[in-house]
């Protein structure tokens, strides 16, 4: 089955140091993943997502993370943060069908809750 | 172009009572999912929907139910209201089942 563990429940980062939010995969076949933000009384808002290809991935808002296939990992970083970037943010994995077919279902890690200190 | 919309935004119910939540997707997108968000359980599938047809549906009881209208707005229902219910409800619609979803602001359901 396909699942995400973010380790981290809360991270803590002072403004303009750069951050790093974990994310891990388990997953059979190629993974389909997804970083969301969640702001406090908000729906999610996508940020980035990995198909395949380049394993940099550039998103919304300054937002970029690593995909390393070997380490099973996809992290979220920013270069400099903001006292803006505190929220919610959720790592995801696209579900596969047990036929292999396609569904929309995303399977969400626990969230981390990120703090920057101004 | 106008994103996902969900009514009510805010709801009371007590035990016992049915509700019903509506979902209007983005313009052109024909896949809706639903999804419950919990302080306990997290973020957890309820169904999908595309083309008017369920296509896949998550771990809740039959009190949970959904439909798809030819406009790809969706609403979700559920029945015989329990206090665990009481959750925000976050509706996500995409062009198709691949492509990648967008939430709404969600619906907070409070069962009292």
């Known amino acids: 089955a396909q699942s995400v563990a973010q380790p981290e429940d809360q991270v803590n980062v002072a403004e303009g140091n750069p951050l790093t939010v974990k994310c891990t995969y388990s997953?059979?076949?190629?993974?389909?993943l997804f970083w969301y933000v969640q702001y406090p009384n908000r729906g999610l808002q996508f940020l980035l997502k990995?198909?395949?290809?380049?394993?940099l991935v550039k998103g919304s808002y300054g937002f970029e993370a690593e995909f390393n296939k070997s380490q099973t990992s996809f992290h979220l970083k920013k270069p400099s943060a903001l006292v803006s970037d505190s929220a919610l943010y959720f790592c995801?994995?696209?579900?596969?069908?047990?036929?292999?077919?396609?569904?929309?279902?995303?399977?969400f890690g626990t969230g981390t809750l990120l703090a920057v200190q101004p | 172009k106008a994103g996902v919309t969900q009514t009510p935004r805010y709801l009371i119910k007590t035990r016992g009572q049915q509700v019903t939540l509506s979902c209007s997707p983005i313009?052109?997108?024909?896949?809706v999912s639903w999804y419950q968000q919990t302080p306990g359980q997290g973020l957890q599938f309820l169904f999908e929907?595309?083309?008017?047809?369920?296509?896949n549906k998550g771990n809740f009881p039959g009190r949970f139910s959904g439909r798809q209208f030819s406009n790809s707005r969706s609403e979700m229902n559920v029945s015989t209201l329990e206090l665990g219910d009481s959750a925000l409800y976050l509706c996500?619609?995409?062009?198709?089942?691949?492509?990648?979803?967008?939430f709404g602001p969600g619906t907070r359901l409070l069962v009292l």
């Open positions: 990995y198909i395949t290809g380049d394993n």
């Open positions: 996500a619609s995409s062009f198709t089942r691949e492509e990648t979803q967008y």
């Open positions: 997953v059979s076949g190629n993974p389909y």
């Open positions: 929907y595309f083309s008017e047809t369920q296509r």
């Open positions: 313009s052109g997108h024909r896949s």
């Open positions: 995801a994995v696209r579900d596969v069908m047990n036929y292999g077919g396609a569904t929309n279902k995303l399977i």
